[in-house]
């Protein structure tokens, strides 16, 4: 089992960065796949980004801005987030599933491990 906190949301105006953690505790993450959703004021949590131990995955709407990274032995996982929009305003949620199979990475019911959240607002 593994327990997940988040942390490094905050405010930031449009065009800024921000880089938000995510820290393991109990099992080691070296044999997870780790991901970060998100979940917007009145809308359905999304997937923003996921990496297997040699792969990195990210939806559309972040590619090329965002960048998720772990470093295993810290039980950490990164995402920084860049060119940040009003739209990128969310609370943003680090989540583990054993194993590495590409399957279902974006869907949030294949994760059974999920953090509290920390919460991102980008002004306009």
């Known amino acids: 089992q593994v327990q997940l906190v988040e942390s490094g949301g905050g405010l930031v105006q449009a065009g800024g960065s921000l880089r938000v953690s995510c820290v393991a505790s109990g099992d080691a993450i070296n044999t997870h796949t780790m991901g970060w959703f998100r979940q917007a004021l009145g809308k359905e949590r999304e997937f923003v980004a996921a990496?297997?131990?040699?792969?990195?995955y990210y939806a559309d709407s972040v590619k090329d801005r965002f960048i998720i990274s772990r470093h295993n032995a810290q039980k950490t996982v990164y995402l920084q987030m860049n060119s940040l929009k009003p739209e990128d305003t969310a609370v943003y949620y680090c989540?583990?599933?054993?194993?590495?199979?590409?399957?279902?990475?974006?869907?949030?019911?294949?994760?059974?491990?999920w953090g509290q959240g920390t919460q991102v607002t980008v002004s306009s």
């Open positions: 990496t297997t131990y040699a792969s990195t």
């Open positions: 989540a583990a599933r054993r194993g590495f199979s590409s399957e279902g990475y974006s869907q949030s019911s294949t994760y059974p491990n």
